[in-house]
Every structure is written in C-alpha cells, then in structure tokens.
C-alpha cells in the first residue's frame, strides 16, 4: 500500500535527499521521519526510515571518533573527472587494486594478505577518446557499516555516477549477495527495474516527461504533483504504463538507483564461474583476469554501454566539429545539449542539424526534442 504523504512530509524529504553533509542529512531524515502520519500503510517506510537514520547516526559518530583520533575527517571525497566517476566494490581478495594498476594509470599496493587497501585510489581509464575515473576502495567485508571505513565506502558509492563491482571466481554468488546487501542498506539499487519510474532533478526546462506505455491520468496532474513535492525542473522517465498513484510513491522513495557493471575476475583460474554466476543469480557479467590480462580489452566498451552514456559532438556554425565530446545520458535530446553548452543557446534556440545515426541523412534540420545517439555531432543556431 503506498503511502499517502502531506505536502510538508514531501519537502523534508526532498531536503533530505539534497542534503550535502550528514548533519543536515540526520536532521531533514528527522524532519522527514517525523511527519509521516502514523497509520499502517506507512508502517514499511516509517521502519525503513528508521533504521536509515541509525545508519546515518552511526557514521557520523564514525567521523567524529576518527577526527578525534587524528586519523582523518569526514569520509571519503573525490573530484569527479572525465566521463564518469565509477567506485570500484568487492570484498578482501577479490583483486581490486590489480584491476585498478591494468587498467588506469594508477600505483596501488597489491600483496596477498587481506585489506591490503586501506584508503580509495583513483585511476582514469582511456575508452577511446573519453576517460573513466575508477576509484578503488577499501573491501567490503559482510556488515560494512560497522567496519572501520563502512560508511564512508557507501557514501562515496552513492555520490558517484556508477559501480563495478568486482567478485572472485573462487565464489561470486555469495560476494555478489553480500554487496547487493549492503547497497540496500545503504539506500542503494543496482537494480533499474525495481524503478518504474526515475525522477531526475534539473536546473530548468521545467518538468519534463518521457515514457515507453500509456500514462494512465492527465499531464497535468502530474505536473502538479511534483511541484506539490516542491519539483519544478525535473526529467520524469517511465518504463510501461503507469498511473498518477505509481507516481506520487515514486516520489517518496530515497532509495538511489546506481547503474552497475558486474565483473568476475580470476576466470583463468575457475573456468566455470563466470556461467555458474549467470545461473544462479540471473543477472549478466563479465569475466576478466587481472592476472592475465582476459576481458579486459572489451572492459571500457561494456562499462559504457552499463553507464547508459554516450558522446555528443557539438558542430561550430564554420563546421569545426569540437574534439571534446559532451557526455550525457542515453535518450538525450537536442534541447539538453543546448542547456549544457550556453544557457543562451537554449533560450534562443530556433533549430540544429544533426550529422549520425539518429537522422536520416547527414546535416538533417530538427527540433528541440529531437532524440540523439551515440557520437551524433550538433549544430545549433539561435534566432
């Protein structure tokens, strides 16, 4: 039964959500808990709130008992560069800082005992003519949140664009299931099924929606939905048919979806795991050796593709076609270019041509909300 929250409930949990440090997040999460109404059908989320806010307060007592000691502050933080910031997962062994040395540029220490990475190291990894920042980390050890780094780990998952995670072919179905764990504990999904509905925040454009079924109520109702919940600029995408209740418990979720790449390593050693994985889990991966250097050629075109990412070009009016490309979602269109290169642009926009995949012929003249793909080139003009 979804919960029915009053319009103050939805703002807490919208700051909730934005909140940029954990006191600010304790208290919205506070704020949030406590103006749920008390009936049964709240019950579920009120217990899922509840122990969140535990998890929150024990990672700040965390930072607080590290701080005093003199052996750091506030968790784990990195500037995001290239096209996307990806956090390597996987518990003790599972060979993540030997991944790391294969393929970025990154000096790491690799040694047979276990927890031998005992502070995240970044490594930009070259996929054509884009980098990925990967980010090895601390392992994971079944009950994360009571290790020494386990909530910083998880906050810096849930702060970053994507996740590998990486289990040992020795037995990646039980690694698979602790890590999915934590992630849920943490308020995390790998899973994008499990969101019918995505509702991604924006700076402006207003609220727009995009859905592959039938919407099942007005627009409008919707429109106005979200700006009950205080959401005035957001992209709404939708998998299948949905309707206007679907939508309102979408907007109370805090759980954070997080595309995921699943690697088993060391399939030089156990040839049968990377199958017996697929199996027993139903879910898709890939086999690598850091070892020997198996799959690891195909790793950078498997990771974007597991982004859901792609490259656009922009095209100057002379038709210099600019070297760096602007990395957006899959499904952009030529609207949302527009608003990355120059507010201007979008403002003024009268239409753009398009040279690739997603026209007809090259230099096509189309719209705003003209759909894009992987490595289109786009020329803009302005009234």
């Given at each position: 039964?979804?919960?029915?929250?009053?319009?103050?409930?939805?703002?807490?949990?919208?700051?909730?959500?934005?909140?940029?440090?954990?006191?600010?997040?304790?208290?919205?999460?506070?704020?949030?808990?406590?103006?749920?109404?008390?009936?049964?059908?709240?019950?579920?989320?009120?217990?899922?709130?509840?122990?969140?806010?535990?998890?929150?307060?024990?990672?700040?007592?965390?930072?607080?008992?590290?701080?005093?000691?003199?052996?750091?502050?506030?968790?784990?933080?990195?500037?995001?560069?290239?096209?996307?910031?990806?956090?390597?997962?996987?518990?003790?062994?599972?060979?993540?800082?030997?991944l790391?040395?294969?393929?970025?540029?990154?000096?790491?220490?690799?040694?047979?005992?276990?927890?031998?990475?005992r502070?995240?190291?970044?490594?930009?990894?070259?996929?054509?003519?884009?980098?990925f920042?990967?980010?090895?980390?601390?392992?994971?050890?079944?009950?994360?949140?009571?290790?020494?780094?386990?909530?910083?780990?998880?906050s810096?998952?849930?702060?970053?664009?994507?996740?590998?995670?990486?289990?040992?072919?020795?037995?990646?179905?039980?690694?698979?299931?602790?890590?999915?764990?934590?992630?849920?504990?943490?308020?995390?999904?790998?899973?994008?099924?499990?969101r019918?509905?995505?509702?991604?925040?924006?700076?402006?454009?207003?609220?727009?929606?995009?859905?592959?079924?039938?919407?099942?109520?007005?627009?409008?109702?919707?429109?106005?939905?979200?700006?009950e919940?205080?959401?005035?600029?957001?992209?709404?995408?939708?998998?299948?048919?949905?309707?206007?209740?679907?939508?309102?418990?979408?907007?109370?979720?805090?759980?954070?979806?997080?595309?995921?790449?699943?690697?088993?390593?060391?399939?030089?050693?156990?040839?049968?795991?990377?199958?017996?994985?697929?199996?027993?889990?139903?879910?898709?991966?890939?086999?690598?050796?850091?070892?020997?250097?198996?799959?690891l050629?195909?790793?950078?075109?498997?990771?974007?593709?597991?982004?859901?990412?792609?490259?656009?070009?922009?095209?100057?009016?002379?038709?210099?076609?600019?070297?760096?490309?602007?990395?957006?979602?899959?499904?952009?269109?030529?609207?949302?270019?527009?608003?990355?290169?120059?507010?201007?642009?979008?403002?003024?926009?009268?239409?753009?041509?398009?040279?690739?995949?997603?026209?007809?012929?090259?230099?096509e003249?189309?719209?705003?909300?003209?759909?894009l793909?992987?490595?289109?080139?786009?020329?803009?003009?302005?009234?």
């Open positions: 039964m979804p919960a029915n929250l009053p319009p103050q409930a939805r703002v807490a949990e919208r700051r909730y959500t934005e909140a940029k440090n954990l006191p600010d997040r304790i208290k919205y999460l506070q704020e949030f808990l406590s103006s749920i109404p008390e009936h049964k059908g709240n019950e579920k989320m009120r217990g899922y709130l509840r122990r969140r806010l535990a998890q929150l307060k024990d990672e700040l007592e965390e930072q607080r008992k590290r701080k005093a000691s003199g052996s750091g502050g506030g968790g784990f933080s990195f500037k995001k560069e290239g096209a996307a910031q990806v956090v390597i997962l996987g518990m003790t062994g599972s060979g993540k800082s030997a790391l040395m294969k393929v970025t540029n990154a000096k790491t220490e690799v040694a047979d005992h276990p927890f031998t990475t502070e995240p190291v970044p490594g930009m990894m070259t996929f054509k003519d884009i980098q920042q990967l980010i090895d980390t601390p392992a994971i050890f079944g009950n994360v949140r009571g290790g020494a780094w386990g909530s910083q780990l998880l810096l998952a849930r702060n970053a664009d994507g996740l590998l995670i990486l289990l040992d072919a020795a037995d990646p179905v039980a690694q698979f299931r602790t890590i999915v764990n934590e992630l849920i504990s943490a308020g995390i999904t790998i899973d994008r099924r499990v019918k509905i995505e509702i991604e925040r924006t700076t402006g454009g207003g609220i727009q929606i995009a859905c592959t079924g039938r919407i099942m109520c007005r627009v409008e109702e919707i429109d106005r939905a979200l700006k919940f205080g959401v005035r600029n957001a992209v709404v995408r939708i998998w299948g048919d949905v309707t206007l209740e679907e939508v309102e418990d979408a907007l109370d979720q805090t759980r954070t979806y997080k595309p995921a790449l699943i690697v088993v390593n060391k399939v030089d050693l156990f040839p049968g795991a990377l199958d017996g994985f697929r199996t027993a889990c139903k879910r898709e991966a890939v086999g690598v050796s850091a070892a020997t250097g198996e799959g050629n195909s790793l950078g075109e498997t990771l974007f593709r597991a982004l859901g990412i792609m490259r656009v070009y922009t095209r100057g009016a002379g038709g210099e076609i600019a070297k760096k490309a602007i990395i957006v979602k899959t499904g952009a269109r030529v609207e949302d270019i527009a608003k990355i290169v120059h507010s201007q642009l979008y403002r003024n926009f009268k239409y753009a041509r398009v040279w690739g995949n997603s026209v007809k012929y090259n230099g003249r189309v719209g705003a909300e003209h759909e793909v992987d490595r289109d080139i786009v020329e803009i003009r302005i009234k």
